[in-house]
């Protein structure tokens, strides 16, 4: 089975652009988180979608939005970038059944704001 | 105070030897608890995975859960060259809507 994947790797913008980052979830996983890691702050929750509705958000600006499409894929757009928002942007999937609290992540978009 | 604290590192050990990893935390409603391996530049990979508290074994990896304590430890034995990773806890509290709530990380590194 294909594991989580992100596009696009690697990407590079100036500030005040906006940029969409997509990820698409195990096959079968209906549930889809996002983190943004930095070597400052770590590992944070950004926001998780399961069927095309946000379930939870953290702590995180409206700068940061996102969505999730029927098929399950989901898409983060971050606009008016700032220097800041430079990290590795990891999406996560679950499946949702009781018992299955685990997540698996994608291989992360590291994205640089220049 | 982070909700999760885990000590960075790094961490040096000579090969064989048993790597002593562990996190604590503040909020009593965790319940769930995992291990991440991360290798640089990849994405975090689920090692273990533990409900409340008590032990899990798989391999030369063991995760131990002290709710009482609210410390959880990670253990490896007979750690190899590839073992070298940052390691990660993680911890949830509730079924359905998942945050996960991460430590900072501690960057392990093997020595032939």
């Known amino acids: 089975k294909a594991g989580v994947t992100q596009t696009p790797r690697y990407l590079i913008k100036t500030r005040g652009q906006q940029v969409t980052l997509s990820c698409s979830p195990i096959?079968?996983?209906?549930?889809v988180s996002w983190y943004q890691q930095t070597p400052g702050q770590g590992l944070q929750f950004l926001f998780e979608?399961?069927?095309?509705?946000?379930?939870n958000k953290g702590n995180f600006p409206g700068r940061f939005s996102g969505r999730q499409f029927s098929n399950s894929r989901s898409e983060m757009n971050v606009s008016t970038l700032e220097l800041g928002d430079s990290a590795l942007y990891l999406c996560?999937?679950?499946?949702?059944?009781?018992?299955?609290?685990?997540?698996?992540f994608g291989p992360g978009t590291r994205l640089l704001v220049l | 105070q982070k909700e999760v604290e885990q000590d960075p590192g790094p961490l040096s050990v000579p090969e064989g030897a048993i790597v002593s990893l562990n996190c604590t935390y503040s909020?009593?409603?965790?319940?769930?608890f995992m291990w991440y391996r991360q290798y640089s530049r990849k994405g975090p990979e689920l090692l273990m995975y533990?409900?409340?508290?008590g032990n899990k074994e798989d391999g030369r990896f063991t995760a131990q859960v002290d709710k009482s304590s609210k410390y959880i430890s990670l253990f490896i034995r007979d750690s190899q060259p590839s073992d070298s990773a940052t390691y990660l806890c993680?911890?949830?509290?509730?079924?359905?809507?998942?945050?996960?709530?991460f430590g900072q990380g501690t960057r392990l590194t093997i020595n032939p």
């Open positions: 996560a999937s679950r499946q949702e059944y009781r018992g299955s609290e685990t997540q698996y």
């Open positions: 096959s079968g996983h209906r549930s």
């Open positions: 979608y399961f069927s095309e509705t946000q379930r």
């Open positions: 909020n009593s409603a965790f319940q769930y």
């Open positions: 533990t409900y409340s508290s």
């Open positions: 993680a911890m949830s509290g509730n079924q359905g809507a998942q945050k996960l709530v």
